[in-house]
């Protein structure tokens, strides 16, 4: 197993930047698949980003390309998520997510964090 703890969440103008941590406890950090999901009020949860357990490939959903990078230092068990040029639309609680499967289909990881939030004001 593996414990998820996020951090990084708040308030913030549009157009400005965060970055949100997740570190991870328990079993070798390296062999899970780390992704971000959010999720609006009244909204359902969606990946935001992806990221290889080796850090080598990612995946970012539309919105925030060019925007969003996901990295991750496996000497210290942790992901991050640097937002960039944060939009109002952007508020949500943001997910951390681990699975040791290399292909993990939708929101079905084994593993969560408890979410942190990120409000953008206009």
């Known amino acids: 197993q593996v414990q998820l703890v996020e951090s990084g969440g708040g308030l913030v103008q549009a157009g400005g930047s965060l970055r949100l941590s997740c570190a991870a406890a328990?079993?070798?950090?390296?062999?899970?698949?780390m992704a971000w999901f959010r999720q609006a009020p009244g909204k359902e949860r969606e990946i935001v980003a992806r990221?290889?357990?080796?850090?080598?490939?990612?995946y970012y959903t539309d919105s925030v390309k060019g925007r969003f990078t996901i990295s991750r230092d496996n000497a210290k068990n942790t992901v991050y998520l640097q937002m960039n040029s944060l939009k109002a639309e952007d508020t949500a609680v943001y997910y951390c997510?681990?699975?040791?499967?290399?292909?993990?289909?939708?929101?079905?990881?084994?593993?969560w964090g408890q979410g942190t939030p990120v409000t953008v004001s206009s």
């Open positions: 990221i290889s357990k080796s850090g080598g490939s990612m």
């Open positions: 997510a681990a699975d040791q499967r290399s292909v993990v289909v939708g929101r079905g990881y084994a593993y």
């Open positions: 328990g079993r070798t950090f390296t062999s899970y698949i």
